[in-house]
T-cell receptor, first 116, second 113 residues
Framework: DGGITQSPKYLFRKEGQNVTLSCEQN?????MYWYRQDPGQGLRLIYY???????QKGDIAEGYSVSREKKESFPLTVTSAQKNPTAFYLC???????????????FGDGTRLSIL | KQEVTQIPAALSVPEGENLVLNCSFT??????LQWFRQDPGKGLTSLLL?????REQTSGRLNASLDKSSGRSTLYIAASQPGDSATYLC????????????FGPGTRLSVLP
């Protein structure tokens, strides 16, 4: 079945450490997104990518980095500069960035990141 | 700046009741609106997508309506079941190329057997 796979499901970060969250999709979607979800808040956009080798900052990009070397993969690195990284991270994809196709976004099952 | 709110934040109903979840947005210039379901510790599952030119969409026991001019959408769930218990989020896509979905905080629904 086509879908989005996020790994790991749970991740723990030590002080000063960078960690990388994996996101892989086999839906042949061009656009991919990373969101952060905190309790009681809506999803906030960290980074998004319209096409391979291109990505843009979202609303809360500070302390995060991404790459898009393959269409299927959009890993997110949480760097030591992110001082409050504890959250639920969701990866999503869609056929196109502008949603002009009126096709829905598809989401992975998330990675929960905590501080040790 | 587009803002999305959802009221109530939480709702408990007995099984079998019909219920309505509300979503409000501040800027009526939207391209589409999407309703999602989120189970605890899971990602979002798309339920319904309403294009700006549409007034409603239906899928099974779910019916979503859209009133762009008043900045409102409702999700109607008929004959609720315990399996409907989840958090329901709405998201709007602004009608300005390059922008991305703006999500509401969600309504946490509990359907009691």
């Amino acid at each position: 079945d086509g879908g989005i796979t996020q790994s790991p499901k749970y991740l723990f970060r030590k002080e000063g450490q960078n960690v990388t969250l994996s996101c892989e999709q086999n839906l042949n979607h061009d656009a991919m997104y990373w969101y952060r979800q905190d309790p009681g808040q809506g999803l906030r956009l960290i980074y998004y990518s319209q096409i391979v080798n291109d990505f843009q900052k979202g609303d809360i990009a500070e302390g995060y980095s991404v790459s898009r070397e393959k269409k299927e993969s959009f890993p997110l690195t949480v760097t030591s500069a992110q001082k409050n990284p504890t959250a639920f991270y969701l990866c999503a994809s869609s056929i196109d960035l502008g949603q002009r196709s009126n096709q829905p976004q598809h989401f992975g099952d998330g990675t929960r990141l905590s501080i040790l | 700046k587009q803002e999305v709110t959802q009221i109530p934040a939480a709702l408990s109903v007995p099984e079998g009741e019909n219920l309505v979840l509300n979503c409000s947005f501040t800027d009526s210039a939207i391209y589409n609106l999407q309703w999602f379901r989120q189970d605890p510790g899971k990602g979002l599952t798309s339920l319904l997508l309403i294009q700006s030119s549409q007034r409603e969409q239906t899928s099974g026991r779910l019916n979503a309506s859209l009133d762009k001019s008043s900045g409102r959408s409702t999700l109607y769930i008929a004959a609720s079941q315990p399996g409907d218990s989840a958090t329901y989020l709405c998201a709007v896509f602004p009608d300005n190329y390059g922008q991305n979905f703006v999500f509401g905080p969600g309504t946490r629904l509990s359907v009691l057997p």
